[in-house]
């Protein structure tokens, strides 16, 4: 076929040929057009969205899920994967959690988050035991890169979750449902105990109606009557359900999960990068991190003088952006897990213990910046806000 004739087939050919014939003749009103990007961007990208709980389901006894419907009506769009960062007032302190959005991307009218309880937790035992139907709430517009790329990750991909770390999978699996995508997913769910494991109806159910969906239980501690699969997410299993090395892997969960299996998966015949990870949650026992420092203890507390305002103490075991809402002073956070860089700041003096996965950048190195949601003090530091 000649060129001119291919070029005529593209989609769109006529109307750009139609356009420009009018331009060529009458010019272009750019006035007429001033902040309709500016309006399109900030729908798709809100800095802040305000949400009213519409249902709020008991999945397990220590999780709920929460329907959120917008304030104005309009969600902007995510990928499944994504999360919202929630802020909360609790206890007279201000400070925010991320949450994945467990609900398709397909669903526009609605966010679902699913809250697991943490043992003392701050934010979680609030939201579990506080919040009710119809009270409001404000969180960022979706954001963070756990979600699949087309052109990177294959049509292969093999989820690890370990307890709410599910939630982002949820998504993806409910979207697979809804759209019918022709993509191979199979996900291996541990669970400490069976009444802890999150989406399980909806889980087998999918499963029962989608060929492209598998999945495997694993229980660590099993009452009697269990017989699955028992114990952690290990090689052996991986390899049985994996035939070959194009599988994508996304791992998330707590800390103690992904420190078990990412040793199993490095012995799979398979590059590093075809493993995307999310940590939900800050560590138990950053102490315990490779490279902290032996004669600082958990206990152990800290002065950290922000210039020209004022001194605060904080514990070494305690992010300090923690540390910092206590003392009523709230920076700009999103994933609060080290990798989004919204919270960076200046660290004047002193030092603090950042664990790997931090993405600090080369120059926030060179400079001294540091990330408040992922830096522990570890002697007395100064800072500038
Ligand atoms: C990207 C991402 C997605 C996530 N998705 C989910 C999800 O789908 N579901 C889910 O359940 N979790 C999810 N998480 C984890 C979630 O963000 C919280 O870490 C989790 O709910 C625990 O928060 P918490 O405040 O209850 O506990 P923690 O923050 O661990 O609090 C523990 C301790 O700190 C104290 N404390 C903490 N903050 C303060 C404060 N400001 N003032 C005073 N005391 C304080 C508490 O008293 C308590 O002793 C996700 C995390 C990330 C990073
Ligand atoms: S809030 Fe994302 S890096 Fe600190």
Redesign the pocket.
Known sequence: MAKENIIQKLEGYDDIIRENVVLEKYGFDYQAKKGEVRSIIDALHPAKLDLIVSEIVQETPS?KSMKLVSVDGILPPFQAGQ?INVFVET?G?R?S????I?SSPTQTGYYE????R?D??????YLLDELKLGDRLTSSAPS?N?HYNPLFHGDRLAFIAGG?GI?PFMSMIRELADKNLDRRLHLFYGSRIEDDVIYRKEIERIESVHKNFTWDLVVSEPNSSFCGLKGFIHVDLIREKIDGPDWMFFVCGPEAMYQFCLPELEKMPMPGRKTKI?????SKNITAHPGWPENVKAGDAFSVAIKGKKTISALAS?PLM?SL??AGLVIPAL???GECSLCRTKLLSGKVYQPNGVKLRKSDRVFGYIHPCMAYPITDIEILL
């Open positions: 999780a999360y206890g302190v400070t959690r991320p949450y994945s467990a988050i699913t809250v697991r943490v003392n937790g701050f934010v979680s035992n963070g756990f709410s939630t999310e940590v939900m949650g800050a305690e923690i809402e206590r994933c609060r897990s």
